[in-house]
């Protein structure tokens, strides 16, 4: 589906698709695991098979059909990506990150990378705070380099809110394993929902983001400054390169309460 042209007529915002799951793929490799602030200080950004390993996280988010591209109309090529996952309350976050470290990482890099996102949700229950049973979660959003600050990313995260909404009225449409071919093809086609999202969560490690959600009207409801971690003994702030960089866990409700 097409959710937006932008007026220039340059990109596409539409949903994920097989056609476009691949492109969404090295938009992450290239795009997230190479910049973003957590990959750099757990060094995946060095270890191409901890790389690997993670995408299997997109190729699971994939599967519910939340997520969404930004593609150049001209080349059909994609230039941004933004996986998302609906969530639904289960006693505890950790289970499904505990039961990916065991079953499917193998490096150090992937492994710390998974326990950093499980440490941080587990120190802050959106649920219990909303009183929800589902959440929307903005899981993982990256712009090709070069593509960079021309609101692409604002657009993957407006119209991923818009088809946050959308779940409710039943018009969103999984994905099947078999889309995502055959090196997704252990993985478990995505459970039907019997609820929907109440609120959009988002854990936001880069400055822009941080920006984004304060201009989408989320509330932060963590900050946690990155000098708290450490990987392989360094605290993340040194692989940053940015003794101030800090990481936030922001979300906004959906409805009108
Ligand atoms: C974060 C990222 C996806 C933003 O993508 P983008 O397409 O450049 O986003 P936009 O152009 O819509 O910019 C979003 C906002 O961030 C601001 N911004 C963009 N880059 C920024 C930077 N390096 N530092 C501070 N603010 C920045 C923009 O000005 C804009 O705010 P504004 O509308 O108030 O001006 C992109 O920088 C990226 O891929 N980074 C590496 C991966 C990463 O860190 N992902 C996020 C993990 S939470």
Redesign the pocket.
Known sequence: MIWFVTEDGKYRIESLTSKTFAGALRVITE??WQ???VSIATEVDKNPKAAEELLELCADAALDGVSLVAVVVKTGEVV?ALFSKIKVKTPSEKPFFEIFMKERCTQASSLALVNFMADFYGRCNLFELYNVDCSFDLMF???LQE?????????LAKYSIEVARKVRDGSVVPMNVAELGPKYSHLKKAKGVETYPKICQ????????Q??IE?FKFKVHLTVPFSEYVFDGKRYTERIGDENAICQIAALPLYES
């Open positions: 795009g997230l910049n973003e602030a941004a959003l990256a712009t593509y960079r600050k021309q609101n692409l990313g604002t657009l988002t854990l936001c490690t880069a400055r822009a983001t920006k984004l201009n």
